[in-house]
């Protein structure tokens, strides 16, 4: 079985200001970890993915995560928060079958 | 556009209504997922259609009725729905199962078809 938590469902930072969305996670398997953005009235597009080999992942929008295997951890990060950066978040295992956390809310203050 | 289109963006239909949401991806993938987004709910997984076959169904309501004509097309029949089936009906589509392909890309969404029941 697998599952998936993201602590905080609502975050704010100001612009300029260090992004950090926590993700962990359980599974039976070897995980593959993937993250998620859905801006407003939109669907989920892929931000980035673990697979496997370096466990620093870089994606879209200068966002990266890193894979601690000792943590069951995944948290998303970015330098630089931006304005458009305000969205959903969502972090996805795949073990057996995907499974998406609840999300986490960003908003970006000026 | 990521791929996956949706079709209609919004519709508002009656409890006595019938109507049918239409999911279409040209990516070449063989696997299509319906999902349900309410609001402070997790995303819902209600179907999963496998090279047309449906694999699964987690206990959806039959006033929900799933339809996969061809990997290509994935259709939402809906009937006599509730107020509390108001939300927002992602489609997504993958490639699943495939020889020599390893590791999951994820799934590519639609941008959804949000529901209002009245």
């Known amino acids: 079985a697998q599952s998936v938590t993201q602590l905080g469902s609502h975050v704010s930072v100001s612009e300029g200001a260090l992004v950090l969305l926590r993700c962990n996670y359980s599974s039976s398997v070897p995980p593959y970890l993937f993250w998620y953005v859905q801006y407003p009235n939109q669907g989920l597009q892929l931000l980035l993915k673990y697979t496997t080999g370096a466990t620093l992942v870089k994606g879209i929008n200068g966002f990266e995560a890193e894979f601690k295997k000792s943590e069951t951890s995944f948290h998303l990060t970015k330098p630089s928060a931006h304005m458009s950066d305000a969205a959903e978040y969502f972090c996805a295992v795949y073990g057996q079958n995907f499974v998406f956390g609840p999300g986490t809310r960003l908003s970006v203050l000026p | 556009e990521t791929g996956v289109t949706q079709t209609p963006r919004h519709l508002v239909m009656g409890m006595t209504n019938k109507k049918s949401l239409k999911c279409e991806q040209h990516?070449?993938?063989?696997?299509m997922y319906w999902y349900k987004q309410s609001a402070k709910k997790p995303l819902e997984l209600m179907f999963v259609?496998?090279?047309?076959?449906?694999?699964e169904n987690n206990s959806v309501p039959s006033r929900f009725s799933p339809e996969c004509p061809n990997s290509s097309h994935l259709f939402l029949h809906l009937h006599t729905l509730q107020p509390e089936d108001s939300a927002l009906y992602l489609c997504?589509?993958?490639?699943?199962?495939?020889?020599?392909?390893?590791?999951?890309?994820?799934?590519?969404f639609g941008s959804g078809t949000r529901l209002t029941v009245v």
């Open positions: 990516l070449g993938h063989n696997a």
């Open positions: 997504a589509s993958s490639l699943q199962g495939v020889q020599n392909k390893k590791y999951p890309d994820g799934y590519t």
């Open positions: 259609y496998n090279f047309k076959e449906q694999t």
